[in-house]
């Protein structure tokens, strides 16, 4: 068994065939909900955790197992306190549909060159249309609606639609497309 510190949260153990036959498990058979294994699991954790100094006891851990050969790596990482992230939505989600590239390409730079809001734009192409979503905080204004009436051929405010093109249609720019794309 070899043991290596890769920081002061994160260790990586590399148990070879004969570690495998010592502690009589299985690639297969790694699963703490099994006594076995468990405790299979907790021994080899301590062995790591005298070598390299790093205390896992009664801390979150996560343990990540990687076949090799006839063995298999072991990555634990240990877990920080649980983290709270934000997520903001974006109620307004408008799609606008174009069916040439000169219509979609002249749109993006009229879009650049007045921009001054904050709003996310991803591209899309599905089945020979371009697509352009702009999702904003608050309503988009008129100008940019202008604008967009002027060049696109169809306008939905469609949450649906949004998540089918992000699955399905192929990703020219997500983000920040109007930038991106605009700019050239």
């Known amino acids: 068994m070899n043991i290596e510190k890769i920081d002061t949260s994160r260790i990586i153990i590399s148990l070879c065939a ?11 058979s790694l699963n703490f909900s099994e006594t076995h294994s468990k405790t299979v699991l907790k021994e080899i954790m301590a062995c790591a955790s005298e070598k390299t ?17 006839k063995g298999c790596l072991l990555l634990v990482t240990l877990s920080a306190r649980k983290k709270i992230y934000r997520v903001k939505y ?18 993006l730079k009229a879009l650049y ?13 599905y089945r020979e249309e371009y697509y352009l ?4 905080p608050s309503r988009l204004k008129a100008k ?9 051929d169809d306008c939905k405010k469609d949450n649906l639609l949004n998540e089918f093109l992000s699955e399905h249609a192929k990703i ?5 497309a109007v930038q991106s794309i605009g700019c050239f």
Do not use: H, P, Q
């Open 18 to 28: 004969g570690d495998m036959e010592k502690y009589d498990i299985t690639f297969e």
């Open 53 to 69: 100094g790093v205390n896992f006891n009664n801390k979150r851990i996560m343990i990540e197992a990687l076949k090799y050969e």
């Open 90 to 107: 974006y109620d307004n989600s408008y799609i606008f549909t174009f069916c040439t590239a000169e219509n979609f390409l002249s749109c």
């Open 113 to 125: 060159r007045m921009k001054r809001d904050k709003f996310f734009s991803s591209a899309y192409w």
């Open 133 to 136: 979503v702009i999702k904003s």
């Open 144 to 152: 940019y609606i202008d604008i967009l009436n002027e060049f696109c």
């Open 172 to 176: 020219l720019k997500l983000n920040d």
